[in-house]
């Protein structure tokens, strides 16, 4: 996730992943409520800490999607709550290092372009990006959302799929809309993947990722 080597093509945007429900929330009775991501509001970031005992030479980074696709979906009992959710990202849409984000993240150093461009290429190879295209997360069990209690969830990342419970706040600006936020961290090493690192680790990615969002998700007829 960071350090600079030649900048490479980015393989072409992916579609949707292979194994992405459409089917059930094409099939929604009209009794539900079926939300579909905003995904020009919606954004996740992740911060990406500098490790090792060179660690002033290099970078922290703030890596962010605005790519964020997908579906929620409410239960149309009320006394009992059903909620589902399934969410993507497609990784070779990941910026790294908005500079408006590098600000609000509060990030003291200043990468040039090509630090930028080495660290998303040494990104996309660490994540086999080509091998697996999209970050996902689903719950079948997302109502405690609605009432700020920890929700179960599957993250899939990099052919690996995790079990976490998150606690984020839903609030409805308006009638027709949900915005979700929350804030967790999790380890590269729990998804198989090997944290970046040069010099014999001496300059590093530390293995913790940081991660906050605001997910809005307005309702669909």
Do not use: W
């Not at 200043?110 to 930028?116: H, K, M, Q």
């Amino acid at each position: 996730l960071s350090g600079c080597m030649l900048h490479q093509e980015e393989p072409a945007k992916p579609q949707r992943p292979a194994n992405f429900p459409t089917e059930i929330y094409a099939g929604a009775d009209k009794q539900s409520s079926l939300y579909q991501l905003d995904s020009s509001l919606s954004t996740v970031r992740i911060k990406v800490l500098r490790g090792g005992l060179m660690a002033k030479l290099g970078h922290d980074h703030i890596v962010a999607s605005r790519d964020i696709q997908g579906y929620l979906l409410l239960g149309s009992n009320s006394a009992e709550r059903s909620c589902r959710a399934d969410f993507y990202a497609p990784i070779n849409q990941l910026i790294v290092d908005d500079p408006t984000l590098r600000v609000e993240a509060n990030l003291s150093t200043t990468p040039s372009a090509n630090d930028i461009a080495g660290t998303k290429t040494n990104m996309l190879i660490s994540l086999q990006a080509d091998q697996f295209p999209f970050l996902q997360l689903h719950s079948v069990d997302c109502a405690g959302a609605l009432n700020e209690e920890p929700v179960s969830t599957t993250i899939s990342l990099h052919g690996v799929s995790r079990e976490q419970l998150l606690q984020m706040t839903v609030t409805r600006p308006d009638a027709e809309s949900l915005v979700i936020s929350g804030r967790f961290a999790i380890l590269q090493s729990d998804f198989g993947i090997e944290p970046f690192s040069v010099f014999n680790g001496l300059l590093k990615v530390e293995d913790r990722l940081d991660i906050s969002y605001q997910i809005v998700a307005r309702k669909k007829d």
